[in-house]
């Protein structure tokens, strides 16, 4: 009778034993293995925009337990704005959507823009490879190649644009109320891509975005002579630039000085946001930032950025953060103004 116990006993305790490495194995596969995460970009390909998400997405896979595989996505519209209210209303918070969407979407937030059906605050951000630098740059042809050039000229200047919250779009604006420069905004191109081959064919004289997106997509431009930097809209001069006007430099009064800090230099430093939806559960957000860090700081990756010509000076989830809840912090007066200029 006792060995018959203990015949049933052994075979339970096997049973047992058997489910329990069954189960630590389950346990042990890391949830993204097998999996595919999509990158939506808010912009077309060939933009600036799309140039780093390709590049992040070719080596932050390797960084992840599992080893997903990772594509990219082109989600055009409203400077990315579509993009981003997709992510905040239809995508699943499972981990396996990252968003890149403009930064300047908060700012417009901030003043009350239409068409935002996210709150920023909500994002659970995953990091920004760079911190942007914003330049003016003009075709040879369109015959402003200086700073004087332009605020100068008798005619206005054709300046292409996306849409309301793109660089391109809110740096032309805040120049014509800043620095009151005779510039004409043209919008409703998809990207920056758009706005370069636009300048080429002469149809505007040029734009203002990134620095760090210009010299790698209009490299050949400024190499040959046919492209000038003539202006840009930084905190302070960027080292690349030193020789180049800086629009702060020109603000007439503290006022101005103010509108293209809170519009412009603040936004800039979180342009390139990467993020995935809000509900996400914490594990992954956190397994997520710390493969985004790690990503930035690994010598392939650095070295396929410098072949690109893409500049890495990277925010991580947090520092994102506490940004994005600073500019909700932004005195009554100036988030009035800037509605009026960014309208």
């Known amino acids: ?16 034993l058997v489910l329990a490495s069954v189960g630590t194995a389950n346990a042990a596969v890391p949830f993204y293995e097998g999996k595919t995460i999509k990158l939506i970009v808010g912009f077309s390909a060939g933009g600036g925009f799309d140039t780093y998400s390709r590049l992040i997405a070719r080596h932050l896979g390797h960084h992840i337990a599992g080893n997903p595989a990772i594509v990219v996505e082109n989600m055009t519209g409203a400077a990315s704005l579509l993009a981003a209210n997709h992510v905040y209303k239809v995508a699943k918070p499972d981990g396996l959507t990252i968003l890149n969407f403009h930064g300047n979407q908060v700012i417009n937030q901030v003043i009350g823009k239409p ?18 630098n914003v330049a003016c740059a003009f075709t040879k042809a369109s015959g402003i190649t200086t700073f004087d050039a332009l605020r100068n000229s008798k005619t206005p200047v054709k300046i292409g644009g996306v849409a309301p919250g793109d660089t391109t779009y809110n740096t032309a604006k805040l120049l014509i109320a800043a620095l009151k420069l005779p510039l004409q905004l043209v919008a ?3 990207g920056t891509a758009e706005v ?7 149809e505007v004289s040029g734009g203002c975005w990134q620095w760090e997106s210009i010299k790698s ?5 400024l190499d040959s002579g046919n492209v000038f930097i003539v202006l840009q809209v930084n905190p302070k001069p960027h080292p690349e630039l030193a020789k180049v006007p800086n629009a702060v430099d020109f603000a007439p009064n503290e006022n101005a000085k103010q509108i293209l800090k809170f519009g412009g230099h603040d936004p800039a430093a979180i342009t390139r946001p990467y993020a995935v939806a809000p509900g996400t559960p914490k594990d992954r957000v956190q ?3 710390k493969a985004f860090n790690e990503t930035l700081k690994d010598p392939e990756f650095i070295a396929d950025a410098k072949k690109s010509r893409l500049d890495t000076d990277p925010l991580t989830g947090e520092e994102i953060e506490k940004i994005v809840l600073q500019l909700f912090k932004i005195e009554p007066s100036i988030v009035n103004q800037l509605k009026e200029i960014l309208k």
């Open 1 to 16: 009778m006792g060995n018959q116990f203990n015949s049933v006993g052994s075979f339970i305790l096997g049973v047992a």
């Open 115 to 132: 068409g935002i059906e996210f709150d920023a605050r909500e994002f659970e951000y995953i990091g920004i490879p760079t911190q942007d």
């Open 188 to 190: 409703g191109y998809k």
């Open 196 to 202: 370069r081959l636009a300048a080429e064919a002469g």
């Open 217 to 221: 997509i209009w490299r050949q431009g």
């Open 287 to 289: 397994l997520l930032r």
